[in-house]
């Protein structure tokens, strides 16, 4: 499904050169779920980064779903954003002056699917996270594990592939924590790939697989 | 303390120089046009030369016939007989003199064509006004009274009709519609937005073609009562009201039907009202529009400095959120934003100050207002000073107050 | 995604409103001032219907002198068209054109009701003024004794007054002495100037002994000057010993109008385009901040699969919501000058100018977000999505 052949991000600033990624190679399968850990600043957002499109490599292959997208231009890699992956952040990133609802719909924006539809689809994916009642709240009025539910069921309103965690839990107490990957494994019981960033032990131990990263370097 | 706040002030203005800008530019453009306004309306209501006395003047300039059911009406200047009936005679005026109103003609000379407004005034002219005379003398009774042709010209008609410079012209003859006059004064120009002294020659009443012996009330003049003191201007205006009051029906009426009269003396500003609105509903309507118009264009930048403001504070929240967590108080913040507003709005004022000056000079110099004076005197800058604050207030309070609304966490995180 | 922008707008509504208002407050400053602007410049566009270059305007005031005032007119006429500078010369009333005066009377005819300007003036006026006689004729000698008093009218108060009947023949009642008899129709006769409204008017024949209608359009052959200007004056003056003559240039006169209606505008026109080039200041200021208040939204927006013309337009779509409540709002207030009927002017061009302030609000607000909107689109999702 995703697949990383000697990968390698370099930072440049006037003055500094940066080695963030070293010759990363990454093999995740279809129906994987995927834990990346290790210490602050060791690459491992920068990978997921690199994992989501959101930023490219400065050198290395990178498949997904088998097509090459690393030299892919904007307009190629939105789509491909939009329909193979759903990403979910450490600090939500709802926007505050939306409902919970139009915050749910904002992946089916880039398509086209009509209001109906995406009003369809959107309370879909809230009721699979249970939050169906709160559809006309806004984001204020919630708890932070709410948040972050509502976060679950954005990524997935557009049923994507492939779902991006960056430390989902970082933000949320164990109980709340425990409860976001609940869903994730339930997720990924129905197919989706999962690939989380997190320095938590414990959540990275109900995944299939671990990966760890030091200053760079991939080490397990 | 201050001098605290104004070097943090000065520091933030640097910092962001795009910002400054916007505010400045908004600041000293809208200063200039008020500023620029006023001196213009200044220019055409204060009390400016030649009308220096314009505050203590009462001027009697329309006259308004009608019936009661106001089917037909007229209004107009009226006569010269009428006027020394019920206006020279009045008691309490230190002076009353009467003027006619507009009229051109043209002079020749050489071939070339000078179009010349005229006047016909009494003596009395040139008590009530302060012209500045800068060769010979005013005419006086004696001239009136004789008939004399005899005229007082300004330095402008003297410069294109006398070519010969540095010359004393007094004594010399101009000709107008085949009549010489002789010259015996010649004053300094007025504006020609001050209707009722501006003109290139004045003649005596008595010269020709001045129509001061039309019967009946209407004709085409005007008096200007001159009080001693502000403080009798209601008791000559009710000495005049009584005078027309006891005017006889018969002579109202004359060859039309007419029952009402209507004639005032009015200050200036009144007067100038009057003739734009007569009834009430008309004023109200003037005043709303330009209340409106003013609204407009006063409030639309006031609305732009505080929408830049509170974009501008919000932008610097977490600024605020790191002083907060330093323990400051929210009054202190809250001065800083009003000391910051204050000092920049005081540098939009001093270039609109600059810019007004220039615009101001620009006006003079141009001619479009022959002899335009305008000037920025002391009210119109303390005017302008006071709006000034009042802007820095308004764009500083409202911003500032959302400021301290701010709690700390939410400042730091911006 | 309208509906989508909508809302996002409507949901902040409070922190909006100032902006909202001030867009409101440039567009019924623009709509203001481009109602000034069109309603003069469509008057312009129409001719003003008559020949001004080498024409005077001799005032002649008889002043104290009440004996053969008519006599003395008619003679002072004859003087004037015999000088070889003269190519024609009429006499008129003082509404003359371009002057301050005017002159207005109703007229009546089968229940409508004109308001219509009258000139009194004689048979020359149309090669004085070159008029353009559309349909039956100018006035001749025979004017001077018919029954009815003969009137030309304009095409407005034809369109006024006879609504599709031809007007020629007509006769119009005013009172039990006093009757009119259409015998011609011009085309356009703007007295007050270019940038006025052609209004119904009518030329009537000036009487036989008329001691009243004391001015004269003079049309000089090219070439004449101030020169004769004084002989004429000069000759007045021995001829009409104690009267008032002045001479003035339509052509000054028309100077002069043009300035009363032009200086205004401009006036206008300087002080609500420094208030506007302020408002897009502030406006492109603001803007600027707020992306950069939302660079997180923005990285969402990427990431969840927004391409960077669609950052793009969601900004500027948000702008424009922005403009068009602040439309609808300015246009609930600008409807009221045609209903009320606050000024005389016609529906068209509160029509044109609301179109042009559209316009123009949308041109300065999609300039002022264009920036911003770029630049937001430019911010590179995994840094705005990893700031906080």
């Not at chain 3, 660079?295 to 950052?311: F, Y």
Request: a positive charge; glycine letters at 6%.
């Amino acid at each position: 499904m995703i697949k990383l052949q000697n990968v390698e991000k370099v930072y440049r600033t006037s003055s500094i050169e940066t080695l963030a990624l070293n010759n990363i190679n990454l093999d995740v399968k279809k129906g994987e779920f995927v834990s990346i850990m290790g210490p602050s600043g060791c690459g491992k957002s920068t990978l997921l980064n690199i994992i989501g499109l959101l930023d490219a490599p400065s050198k290395g292959i990178i498949e997904i779903d088998g097509r090459k997208v690393e030299r892919f231009n904007d307009k190629e890699i939105a789509p491909l954003r939009n329909k193979m992956l759903g990403f979910i952040f450490q600090s939500f990133h709802l926007i505050n002056d939306l409902s919970v609802i139009d915050n749910v719909e904002i992946p089916l924006l880039y398509r086209s699917n009509n209001a109906k539809q995406r009003r369809e689809l959107a309370e879909e994916a809230l009721e699979k996270v249970g939050l169906a009642n709160r559809m006309k709240h806004f984001p204020k009025q919630l708890s932070g594990g709410q948040k972050q539910r509502v976060a679950i069921a954005r990524a997935i309103v557009g049923k994507p592939e492939i779902i991006l965690a960056d430390e989902p839990t970082g933000n949320l107490d164990s109980a709340m924590g425990n409860e976001i990957i609940n869903i994730l494994q339930s997720l990924n019981e129905n197919g989706a790939t999962i690939v989380m960033v997190t320095h938590d032990d414990a959540m990275a131990k109900r995944t299939h697989r671990l990966i760890r990263l030091f200053d760079g370097t991939q080490v397990l | 303390m201050l001098s605290n706040y104004i070097k943090i002030a000065w520091k933030v203005l640097l910092r962001h120089p795009f910002y400054t800008f916007i505010t400045l530019f908004g600041i000293s453009l809208t200063l200039t046009v008020l500023m620029v306004l006023t001196s213009f309306l200044d220019h055409l209501f204060g009390a400016h030369y030649p009308e220096n006395n314009r505050d203590r003047s009462l001027y009697i300039a329309t006259m308004m016939l009608t019936d009661s059911a106001e089917t037909s009406m007229s209004t107009g200047p009226a006569s010269f007989r009428f006027l020394s009936r019920y206006a020279k005679s009045l008691k309490t005026p230190e002076n009353v003199t009467i003027i006619s109103n507009f009229s051109f003609s043209n002079t020749y000379i050489n071939g070339k064509k000078i179009k010349l407004n005229t006047k016909y005034t009494d003596a009395a002219f040139w008590h009530v006004m302060g012209f500045e005379f800068l060769e010979g003398k005013p005419y006086n009774e004696q001239h009136t009274k004789s008939g004399e042709h005899v005229v007082v010209i300004t330095d402008d008609l003297r410069n294109q009709y006398f070519e010969k410079k540095g010359q004393t012209v007094i004594g010399q003859n101009i000709e107008i519609e085949g009549i010489d006059y002789k010259v015996i004064g010649i004053v300094k120009g007025s504006p020609a937005t001050r209707l009722y002294t501006y003109s290139d020659v004045y003649f005596p009443y008595t010269a020709p073609k001045s129509n001061y012996e039309n019967k009946g009330m209407q004709g085409s003049y005007i008096a200007i009562a001159l009080a001693k003191d502000q403080t009798d201007i209601p008791a000559i205006q009710s000495e005049f009201d009584s005078g027309i009051k006891s005017i006889p029906m018969s002579e109202i009426r004359g060859e039309r039907k007419f029952n009402i009269l209507i004639i005032k003396a009015e200050e200036y500003f009144d007067h100038f009202l009057n003739t734009f609105a007569r009834r009430d509903q008309d004023k109200l309507m003037l005043y709303s529009m330009t209340a409106l118009v003013i609204l407009m264009f006063i409030g639309l930048p006031a609305i732009n400095l505080v929408n830049v403001n509170v974009s501008r504070i919000l932008e610097r929240a977490s600024e605020i959120g790191v002083r907060k967590a330093f323990g400051a108080p929210s009054k202190a913040l809250l001065w800083q934003f009003i000391i910051e507003n204050i000092f920049i709005t005081c540098i939009g004022g001093v270039l609109a100050l600059g810019l007004s000056y220039l615009i101001i000079y620009l006006i003079n110099s141009s001619g479009w207002i022959p002899y335009a004076d305008l000037t920025i005197n002391f009210a119109v800058f303390l005017i302008s000073v006071g709006v000034c604050l009042m802007f820095g207030f308004l764009s500083g309070v409202l911003p500032a107050f959302r400021m301290s609304r701010l709690k700390i966490v939410d400042a730091l995180k911006g | 995604m309208i509906r989508h922008l909508i809302k996002l707008i409507w949901n902040k509504r409070g922190t909006h409103a100032l902006l909202i208002i001030e867009i409101w407050a440039s567009f019924m400053v623009l709509f203001g001032v481009l109602s000034m602007i069109v309603y003069n410049f469509t008057n312009y566009l129409e001719p003003i219907g008559f020949q001004y270059e080498q024409v005077w305007n001799l005032d002649l005031k008889n002043n104290q002198d009440t004996i053969d005032v008519g006599d003395k007119l008619k003679r002072a006429l004859q003087r004037v068209r015999s000088y070889s500078e003269v190519a024609s010369a009429s006499r008129m009333s003082s509404n003359a054109p371009f002057s301050a005066s005017q002159m207005n009377n109703s007229v009546d005819y089968n229940k409508i009701n004109v308001l219509a300007d009258q000139y009194y003036t004689d048979e020359a006026m149309r090669a004085t003024l070159d008029l353009s006689v559309e349909s039956g004729r100018w006035f001749d000698e025979s004017d001077k004794v018919s029954k009815y008093v003969s009137i030309i009218i304009n095409k407005k108060m034809k369109e006024g007054l006879f609504t599709g009947d031809n007007p020629l023949g007509k006769v119009i009642k005013v009172d039990d002495k006093l009757s009119y008899k259409v015998v011609g129709i011009i085309d356009k006769f703007k007295s007050h100037g270019e940038f006025s409204a052609d209004e119904p008017g009518m030329f009537r024949m000036i009487g036989k002994d008329d001691n009243w209608n004391s001015n004269m359009m003079i049309k000089t052959k090219p070439g004449t000057d101030a020169n004769f200007e004084a002989r004429l004056v000069k000759d007045m003056a021995t001829m009409l010993p104690g009267w008032g003559i002045e001479v003035s240039y339509l052509k000054d006169s028309r100077n002069n109008r043009h300035k009363i209606t032009l200086v205004p505008v401009m006036i206008f026109l300087i002080v609500s385009g420094f208030l506007l080039t302020n408002v897009a200041l502030g406006l492109f200021g603001i803007l600027n901040l707020n992306i950069a208040k939302r660079r997180g939204e923005i990285g969402l927006r990427r990431a969840m699969g927004a391409t960077e013309a669609d950052v793009t337009t969601q900004f500027l779509g948000e702008v424009w919501v922005l403009a068009i409540f602040s439309i609808v709002l300015g246009l609930l207030f600008a409807m009221q000058f045609p209903l009320l009927g606050v000024f005389d002017v016609p529906v068209n061009t509160y029509a044109i100018a609301v179109l042009a302030a559209i316009l123009i609000i949308f041109l300065i607000v999609t300039l002022c977000a264009w920036y911003p909107s770029r630049q937001a689109s430019r911010i590179h999702p995994a840094v705005a999505l990893h700031e906080e």
